[in-house]
């Protein structure tokens, strides 16, 4: 897989280094202060003060139901916090939707992958940013342009003329991967861009994302499961519990073994807690 | 559902398609067989043979079938479902529904004639109320389904109840005359033999476009197949719905005004459930699926025209009014049943 932007070769896996030794110092891009969300008598997010460097790449992991997917659709200005404040490059914003959230920058593959059965490849890698001439679509300029981002990227699909309900869960993930890679973004929110993908599919998202911490313009917050795959591939790891942020430590500062720990613990202390009450 | 992912290149034809490789041997040879293939595995071929068979069945069996009078009958039945179904499958497409668009039909000419006849209204202005009418009464069923949450079905079943007793008591039930200086404009919109069809034909090539060709109908798509996907790639889903029914109102206001000049009276028994259901049923047929997210704009009209022509050649061929609607309903089963296997047949050649 090449990225244009840098035209390096790939890095060994599991190596923090470059824009990982540096993301501290590195000024945010985004911050959060205080975010709290409640679904009615939920909690879902609860004073969750979280922050991203430029070109720093943060892991958000956690239990299922923990909020990380939540929190996300906060960053990317699909739903409003209820308290608390979001900074981005040190200014105060609300996002008044997904588009606004794009407009300045950022941009999301959610857990559903926002992906549209119907459609061709290519009109969805476009959707709601056509191109367009004279009001009328311009199929041919996002067929081109879509075939040569998912070829730059390893893609291997059929054809961008399929449609997307035709492809397996792989390739589906690896085209919402690409809509957002190459959207210009300079924030991107992935939602467990790996769920789905086998072992090559899933190398190809993780190589893509090592290409991005090496140009060191892009910032990205990855939501994911394997503990593994968040080390090698982030600078800094955020652990989610119950709606709040309970660990951030640089990725070279911590191990597959202590992230799993305090996991296991937490569905300890919560089995533990169900056989007191009963 | 697989025919909703085939339409996947929404009639923009692809003609860069990659999977056909230039310079490849044969390729001259098999021209005209691939052209036929694509032909056949466009979703409104199916429903186009419909529609040559039932031609060449009714010009067997009458001389008086596809005559020039009988064309200008035939397209004065189509006309007006093509055009109400131009604006049911943008919505059936994002996954809602209309039922008081033949209401709109029925209400429209009366409001045509208030306004000219009881408050002088010039002719034109006021045919122009009247558009605006139904884009304000489309408004209101996107409102309380969009933002009230109130189902399609539900809402469009009873706006359309108000405004036909809306319609009835204002008019006592009585039909009424066209406004003499309405007559001139109106031969353009609905008197003159051809001026129907003429219409259908320009709005169902425009609204094509607007489907397959423009972003509002690649967002119509989007909603209607993913609502939340839509909106989580940033679609504005309630402009979207919204959009459609004021279209959907639109075009039946303004199919009402060209009955009421093609019969010369204003009557309150036009319009109604019949050409709202005719108008989903030619959708249908000719592809549009009624869960959403997948529509022809050309199938419709092609569904149009199948069921114009059995209207039309079953009273030409002498069927007695009483038995008709067994037969045309029969008919419409036969016709969609074909569709159906035709569709399958397509698809399983193609996997």
């Not at chain 2, 529904?97 to 429209?108: E, R």
Request: net charge neutral.
């Amino acid at each position: 897989m090449t990225i244009p932007a840098n035209g390096q070769p790939a890095e060994p896996a599991g190596a923090p280094s470059g824009a990982g030794g540096t993301a501290t110092a590195a000024p945010d891009v985004l911050r959060t202060e205080h975010i709290s969300k409640r679904f009615g008598a939920v909690i879902a997010l609860r004073d969750v003060n979280l922050h991203l460097a430029q070109g720093e790449v943060l892991g958000l992991i956690g239990d299922n139901a923990a909020g990380k997917s939540t929190l996300l659709k906060i960053l990317c200005g699909f739903q409003p916090p209820t308290s608390g404040r979001i900074l981005l490059h040190g200014q105060e914003i609300t996002f008044k939707s997904v588009d606004h959230a794009r407009s300045l920058g950022i941009d999301a593959v959610y857990q559903d992958l926002a992906l549209i059965n119907e459609l061709t490849v290519y009109h969805n890698m476009y959707l709601n940013r056509e191109h367009v001439r004279w009001t009328l679509l311009s199929n041919r300029s996002m067929r081109r342009e879509a075939r040569k981002h998912l070829d730059e990227m390893g893609i291997q699909i059929p054809s961008v003329d399929v449609a997307v309900a035709k492809l397996s869960g792989g390739q589906r993930q690896a085209i919402a991967v690409a809509r957002s890679v190459y959207s210009d973004a300079k924030i991107l929110l992935l939602d467990e861009p790996l769920a789905a993908m086998g072992v090559k599919e899933g190398g190809i998202i993780l190589d893509l994302v090592q290409d991005l911490k090496r140009r060191g313009d892009v910032s990205v917050i990855i939501i994911a499961h394997n503990y593994g795959q968040v080390l090698e591939v982030c600078d800094r790891v955020n652990l989610v519990q119950h709606g709040e942020i309970t660990l951030d430590k640089m990725s070279r500062d911590t191990s597959v073994q202590e992230l799993t720990d305090m996991v296991v613990a937490e569905y300890r202390k919560a089995m533990e807690a169900r056989q007191r009450n009963g | 559902m697989s025919e909703t992912a085939e339409r996947s290149a929404p009639a923009s034809g692809s003609p860069t398609d990659p999977t056909i490789a230039p310079g490849q041997p044969g390729v001259r040879a098999s021209s005209l067989g691939r052209i036929g293939i694509r032909l056949v595995q466009q979703r409104e071929a199916t429903v186009f043979i419909v529609a040559v068979g039932l031609v060449i069945y009714f010009s067997s069996v009458s001389s008086a079938f596809f005559t020039r009078d009988d064309l200008v009958n035939l397209s004065q039945i189509i006309a007006p479902l093509a055009i109400i179904a131009c604006g049911e499958v943008f919505l059936l497409i994002c996954g809602e529904m209309d039922l008081s668009v033949g209401f709109v039909y029925g209400f429209s000419p009366f409001l045509m004639h208030y306004l000219i006849d009881f408050y002088s209204v010039p002719a034109i202005p006021a045919m122009i109320i009247c558009l605006l009418f139904g884009l304000a009464f489309g408004y209101i069923n996107g409102f309380i389904t969009v933002t009230l949450g109130v189902p399609s079905f539900i809402t469009t079943l009873g706006t359309g109840l108000v405004l036909l007793g809306f319609t009835l008591t204002t008019s006592n039930a009585y039909p009424a005359l066209i406004p003499e200086s309405a007559a001139g404009p109106g031969h353009w919109i609905g008197t003159y033999a051809w001026s129907m069809i003429t219409w259908a034909v320009v709005l169902v090539i425009l609204f094509q476009i607007l489907l397959s060709r423009t972003k509002w109908g690649l967002h119509t798509v989007a909603v209607g197949g993913n609502i939340l996907g839509a909106s989580e790639a940033g679609i504005n889903v309630r402009r979207i719905k919204y959009g459609n029914f004021m279209i959907t109102s639109t075009l039946g206001a303004f199919v009402g005004l060209q009955v009421a000049f093609q019969t010369n009276s204003i009557d309150p028994s036009s319009g109604g459930y019949q050409p709202m259901f005719y108008a989903i049923a030619a959708a249908v047929i000719g592809g549009t699926v009624l869960s959403g997210g997948s529509g022809t704009i050309v199938g419709a009209f092609l569904g149009a025209v199948v069921l114009g022509i059995m209207q039309g050649g079953f009273t030409l061929i002498g069927i007695s009014a009483n038995p008709l609607s067994i037969i045309f309903g029969g008919a419409i089963l036969v016709a969609m049943i074909a569709n159906v296997q035709f569709t399958r047949l397509r698809n399983a050649g193609r996997t």
